[in-house]
């Protein structure tokens, strides 16, 4: 039966990639969910944001890049990069388990949506499990990534720089960069240049034409 469950189900760690008013309440359990997670097996990782109270999830980045979600029953989708693409839909919080949150997950393996939950298992864990006709079910557990610590304090600040000043980046280093987004071909920085600050996940994650239609 495990096998067969495991067959159908959907497992985003193998997602053919080449490869979110309740009340105060749910805002708060809204709360501890968002954000970036690893799948199981480190094949891509999830943005997870909170639109008008429902948790939304969507590819943010690749092992392999380059996916299309080709498997999709909309022949208009056929073509649409993985990248970015929903995957946890129109989640709310379950009315009788606390901290669980009930929606449908997407697998683009085969093209096919599921009824599905989420919940923590510990601060950094999210179990996520997809069932078929509520009968089979399975699962895997993501890891949350975590922010990069800050910038270490300037041992030896440069004569006459403000107290406080971060040390400079070792030469020939890059700034990180959102996940998902592409490293900058060579020489293409400037330097000196101010990098633009980037935008709140959550608003461009809400703004996706299937979200904002789903959550208006």
Known sequence: MRELACSTIVLLGTLGLSTVGLGTLGAAHAAEIPGEWRVEEGVAT???ANCNNRLWGVVASEKTPGGLDSKN???AKKNR?????????NMKMDEDEKGKWDGEIYNAKNGKTYEASIKLAS???LKVEGCVLGILCGGETWTRVL???PAPMAANPTPGAHPGTKAPPATGSVPPRTIGQKAPPAGAATPGATAAAPQDPASDICLLPDIARATH
């Open 73 to 75: 029953p909309d022949k």
């Open 46 to 48: 999830i943005r997870i």
């Open 123 to 125: 601060p950094n864990k």
């Open 147 to 149: 922010e990069p610590a």
């Open 81 to 89: 990069p993985t990248l970015g693409m929903p995957v946890l839909l």
